[in-house]
C-alpha cells in the first residue's frame, strides 16, 4: 500500500513537472528573463529526482533475505542521499549563472524581463507550492524520507519562483540587476534545502535515536498495560524510515512464566498497533518483587 502511494504521486509528480518545465523555459526564452530559465531547469531536474525517489522506494520495500535480513529500508535513506546531491549541484549551477550574468556583463545590456515571465513564475508558485504540501502529506502518511526530501524539492522549486519573481519586478522598473541577484538567492535556498535532506538521510543511516515525542509515546503505551511495573530501558534507533525498539520491562517476580511472557506479548502488540512506523520491537521482562520495592522505586513509578 505504501509503495502504491508513492508511486502515484511520484508519477504526478513528473507529469507536472515536466508541463511545468517546458512552460517555463518558453518563457523565459520568449520574455528574456535569466531567472526564469534557471527555474525551468530546476523544475526540469524535479524530474529526474523522482525517478531516484521511485528507483529508492521500491528497492527499499524489498522483503527481507539471507543477504538482508533486516530488510532494504536504507536504501530509501540512499536516495534521499543522492537528491540532496543532485539539489545542491542544481542550486551552485544556477547560482553560477546569475553570477557571470551579474559580474561578466553591463548592466546596460542586461534584457528586461517581459510580462509573460511574471505570469509564468506566478503559475509555478502557485502549481508547486500544491505540489509540496500534496507530497508532504503523502510522505507523512507512509514515513517515507525520499518522498519528503523530493516535498522538499517542491518547496525549493516554489521559493525559486518567488526569488525569479522578485527579479523580474525589479528589472522591469529599471533595476535590470535584480534578475541575476534572484538567481543568486534561488541558489541560497536550494542549497540549504539539500543540506536539510541530507543531514536528516544521514541521521536515519547511523541508527539515531528517535524523537523525544516518539520516547515519551513509548513510555505512555508501556506504562497503560496493567502487569506492567516499570521500565528498566529503552533502547530505539531509527533504520531508514522505520523504528527499532528494545525494551526491558518490570514485572510481578511471583508471576509465572507464561503470565510474564503474556504481559510483554501485550505491550508488544499495542506498540506495533499504535505506532505504524515500528519494523520491530523486542520485549524483554524482568522480574521484580512488588511487596519489595523501595520507596525510591515506587517515586519513580509515580513520576512516571
Known sequence: MDVKIAMKVSKISIAVNLLLSVFKLIAGIVAH???????????ASDVFSTIVVMIGVNISSKASDKEHPYGHDRLECVAALLLAVILALTGLGIGKSGFDKLFGSSMDTLPVPGVLAMAAA???????????????????????SALMADAWHHRSDSLSSIGALAGIIAARMGFPAGDPIASLVICLFIIKAACDIFRDALDKMVDHSCPDEIIEKINALVLSQEGVEKIDDLKTRLFGPKVYIDLE???DGTKTLNEAHEIAQRV????EAEMPEVKHCMVHENPVRV???TATDISQMNQE
Do not use: C, F, P, Q
Open 33 to 43: 528573463s535569466g531567472a526564469m530559465v534557471s527555474d525551468a531547469v530546476h523544475s
Open 122 to 144: 506566478i503559475v509555478s508558485i502557485a502549481v508547486k507550492e500544491w505540489m509540496y504540501w500534496y507530497t508532504r502529506g503523502a510522505a507523512k502518511k507512509i514515513n517515507s
Open 249 to 251: 520491562i518490570a514485572v
Open 268 to 271: 508488544h502488540d499495542l506498540i
Open 291 to 293: 511487596d519489595r520495592l
